[in-house]
C-alpha cells in the first residue's frame, strides 16, 4: 500500500516561513485530491488546505492569505507554503485525501512557531 510521506517541518520564529511536502511514490497521485491537516497539541485533526486533481484550491479561514498549496504531478508531491506563521499553527501536519481517505496516514511532520 503506499505511503504517504510527509517532510519540511521544523522550528521558526513567528512570522518566518516554511515549505511541507507531500510524496507519495508510485501513486496515482495526480487524479485526486489532496488535503493538508494539522494536529496542534492536544486538539483534534483539522484541515488546512485543499488542492483538487484539476489544481483548485479551498483554505481554512485560519490561514488563507498566509498557506499556499500546490502541486507537481510529475513528481507525484503536493506543497504547502507556509509563510508568517504563527505560535497557533505549531501542529503536526499530515497530507492524505479528503474523506474517505484513500491512503494510510503518515509519519507527519512536526511545525514548531516560538513567539
Known amino acids: 500500500q503506499v505511503q504517504l510521506v510527509e517532510s519540511g517541518g521544523g522550528l521558526v520564529q513567528a512570522g518566518g516561513s516554511l515549505r511541507l511536502s507531500c510524496a507519495a511514490p508510485?501513486?496515482?497521485?495526480?487524479?485526486?485530491?489532496i488535503r493538508w491537516y494539522r494536529q496542534p497539541p492536544g486538539k483534534q485533526r483539522e484541515s488546512v488546505a485543499t488542492i483538487s486533481s484539476g489544481g483548485s484550491v479551498y483554505y481554512a479561514d485560519s490561514v488563507k492569505g498566509r498557506f499556499t498549496i500546490s502541486r507537481d504531478n510529475a513528481k507525484n508531491t503536493v506543497y504547502l507554503q507556509m509563510n508568517s506563521l504563527k505560535p497557533e499553527d505549531t501542529a503536526v501536519y499530515y497530507c492524505?485525501?479528503?474523506?474517505?481517505?484513500?491512503?494510510?496516514w503518515g509519519q507527519g511532520t512536526q511545525v514548531t512557531v516560538s513567539s
Open positions: 508510485g501513486s496515482a497521485f495526480s487524479i485526486t485530491s
Open positions: 492524505n485525501t479528503p474523506l474517505p481517505y484513500r491512503f494510510p
